[in-house]
């Protein structure tokens, strides 16, 4: 499967969490919203705090990052076709 983020895009929001997104929760939910959806994905709060809290547990560590931006865009997008089915 291909990654949806390149290394870039997943640095620089890296060091944008890193640089005090991840002293508040709430913040760092919004970075990563704002993010995805910068990139065509929508998120709930709930679920980006949710990832939050889990690459906060990891260190910040890039795969984790990945790793859950991906499951959240992945379910985003799981979502959006489920939507186009019912309409048919």
């Given at each position: 499967?291909?990654?949806?983020?390149?290394?870039?895009e997943?640095?620089?929001?890296?060091?944008?969490?890193?640089?005090g997104?991840?002293?508040?929760?709430?913040?760092?939910?919004?970075?990563?919203?704002?993010?995805?959806?910068?990139?065509?994905?929508?998120?709930?709060?709930?679920?980006?705090?949710?990832?939050?809290?889990?690459?906060?547990?990891?260190?910040?560590?890039?795969?984790?990052?990945?790793?859950?931006?991906?499951?959240?865009?992945?379910?985003?997008?799981?979502?959006?076709t489920?939507?186009?089915?019912?309409?048919?």
């Amino acid at each position: 499967m291909r990654e949806r983020f390149s290394n870039t895009e997943l640095t620089a929001l890296r060091n944008d969490l890193l640089q005090g997104g991840l002293a508040d929760s709430r913040e760092a939910a919004e970075l990563v919203q704002v993010f995805l959806m910068g990139r065509g994905y929508g998120v709930s709060p709930e679920a980006a705090r949710d990832a939050v809290g889990r690459v906060e547990i990891a260190g910040c560590a890039l795969p984790v990052l990945q790793k859950e931006l991906e499951n959240l865009a992945l379910v985003m997008w799981g979502a959006s076709t489920q939507a186009v089915t019912l309409r048919i």
